[in-house]
């Protein structure tokens, strides 16, 4: 057997069939060829999160349930995979595992590889809507929660009868929304149901693109938020996260009519927008306006986190490092230049020890 390097070596030489999903930012389908040219290091991975890859990695043998690994990588200052890391992930698993990737482990082999330091839990939102995405992709069944969820958002059961609901079948719901009018459940529910079901619908419905009447719905409300003297902050942080799937152009709208509301740029807000909406930030005057925002807070810790992070996404680098020896607003100048300073002691400190 030829040395194994690469994860999608791994499960070739296994016979499987696999898929991959990002989970660092949004519960995405992450394209094979890409995930492939990531692991040769031919491109940086494409949606990091505080440095490091996070995915899950489902396969399956013809008709077999799916097995799934969620893995967590540590990625380079240009953003590329450590291959030492994947290295020591394979030999983890070989060590636990044997040569066959697919087979029922016993007690010893479970406990051996729940040690493996590159396995990750994923935050139980982002899981059911991972589960979701793949048993669309698969062609599998919903959740068994699939019924009861579309019941309630098409207000059968009652806006206040929610306490039971599953929040995999939500997430079932929001995956499947060209299915049985769902996307018209979701629609009427975003009209009436109480607050806190109504955060787990928007949280689930961050992780893929809305229709053209849903994402009305959310950004009519979005305006009306903003229109309150006293606008309710984390409310108006998740409406702006559930658009996050629409297109750069829709998604830019929506950002730029809150960062024209200073008031409104709470560091709740800001981090949704970076931890979510990052794409509306390709374009320079929103990137812009966003960054005097976040210097506005002067929460310098907050600035050096969100910036050190949204500048490792390739396709945020060319719009956001030109920003740092440009002229600009002065509260984001000194901003700037306290983000360098703290940078270059990082840089000596690490370089002296």
Not at 9 to 37: E, G, M, N, P, W
Not at 47 to 54: N, T, V
Not at 338 to 346: C, F, G, K
Request: net charge negative.
């Amino acid at each position: 057997m030829e040395p194994i390097h690469s994860l999608s070596q791994l499960l070739d030489q296994a016979q499987c069939h696999y898929s991959i999903f990002d989970l660092s930012r949004r519960v995405q389908h992450l394209d094979t060829d890409i995930f492939k040219a990531v692991e040769d290091n031919r491109q940086p991975y494409p949606w990091p999160l505080q440095q490091h890859a996070h995915f899950a990695l489902a396969f399956w043998q013809e008709t077999d349930a799916p097995w799934i690994w969620f893995l967590r990588f540590p990625l380079d200052e240009r953003g590329l995979l450590k291959a030492a890391a994947v290295g020591d992930f394979i030999k983890y698993t070989l060590e636990a595992l044997g040569s066959r990737v697919l087979q029922d482990m016993t007690e010893e082999q479970q406990h051996a590889l729940s040690q493996n330091p590159y396995i990750f839990k994923p935050k139980e939102d982002k899981l059911a809507v991972f589960h979701a995405q793949l048993s669309a992709q698969l062609k599998l069944p919903a959740s068994h929660y699939y019924a009861s969820a579309q019941d309630y958002l098409n207000g059968k059961l009652g806006w206040d009868q929610w306490q039971q609901l599953g929040l995999q079948g939500i997430a079932d719901v929001c995956v499947r929304s060209k299915e049985k009018n769902n996307a018209t459940a979701i629609r009427k529910a975003l009209q009436n149901m109480p607050i806190t079901p109504c955060y787990a619908l928007l949280g689930c419905l961050e992780h893929q693109r809305v229709n053209d009447s849903v994402y009305q719905i959310i950004s009519e409300k979005l305006t009306t938020e903003l229109s309150h003297k006293t606008p309710d902050i984390f409310l108006m942080s998740a409406y702006l996260r559930a658009l996050s799937g629409q297109d750069a152009t829709s998604l830019a709208t929506r950002i730029q009519q809150v960062l024209n509301h200073p008031e409104m740029c709470h560091a709740e807000v800001l981090i949704a927008i970076a931890g979510r909406c990052w794409n509306a930030l390709t374009q320079p005057n929103i990137a812009t306006q966003f960054l005097i925002r976040l210097a506005e807070t002067k929460d310098q810790t907050l600035f050096n986190q969100l910036f050190a992070d949204l500048v490792t996404i390739p396709a945020l680098r060319g719009t956001l490092l030109p920003l740092l020896h440009s002229n600009q607003n002065p509260q984001l100048t000194q901003a700037i230049l306290t983000l360098q300073n703290h940078t270059r002691q990082s840089t000596q400190s690490t370089a002296n020890g």
